[in-house]
């Protein structure tokens, strides 16, 4: 499957996931898995559709730096990073059922440490939410999602990645390599030994190599194929044409 085919056709899988309220999408992975790229991607496919797409990320509900550096381990990066209560009282519960759906995109700015100040924004009955970020399927979020994309590459694929999209921001590709060995690669393998992510998402899209990634239905014990109309399409391969 090439990329464009893959896009396509987990829009046309977000698409059937019809809901009473907003479909809220995450789409979790790795650092530098390719989460932001793939949910870019399938947002512009859905813009063009009949229904409203509100494009989000993890990164606008970081915690103050206070509290997300002040342990600067694996662990620290894992446990204090993003302030979950407010992703959910500000988007995911207001977009779920019986919610408001009166939302806000992002709570907090992490470059000015700041709290982000902006109104709020109103989601049409069957708008699509798609929200990306790290520590998407840990235990306190998973019941807010409707559909799950985690987002799969090795470790060796994203460092090489990071060390040229993050140099400028670390300084030098040693520097960025120091910081995901000491900090960003830990935390994240603590989050797949202890959440187990890829057995709770929808459907995990494997991304190591960029130009032709594949998708499959995630194992998840207990599941039956038949549940949902994700499951049909992604078992019958259909290429879909519409996305309304």
Known sequence: ?????LVHELAAIIVGEVRPHPTRVAIDGVDAAGKTTLANEIAAV????????IRASIDGFHNPKHIRRRDDSGTGYFRDSFNYQALCDNLLTPLGPHGSRQFRRAAFDFRADAEVVSGCEVA???AILILDGVFLLRTELRTHWD?????HADFET???RAQVRDRELFG????VRQRYESRYVPGQRLYLEQE???QFADIVVFNSDFSN????LAERPGRQEERTPAALRVRSGRQPTDYR
């Open 1 to 5: 499957m090439n990329r464009t085919d």
């Open 46 to 53: 859905l813009a063009p559709g009949s229904r409203q797409v």
């Open 124 to 126: 049409a009955h069957d």
């Open 147 to 151: 559909l799950s994309i985690f987002v």
């Open 158 to 160: 994203t460092l090489a």
């Open 172 to 175: 030098d590709a040693d520097a």
């Open 196 to 198: 187990r992510p890829r």
């Open 213 to 216: 990634p594949y998708f499959e």
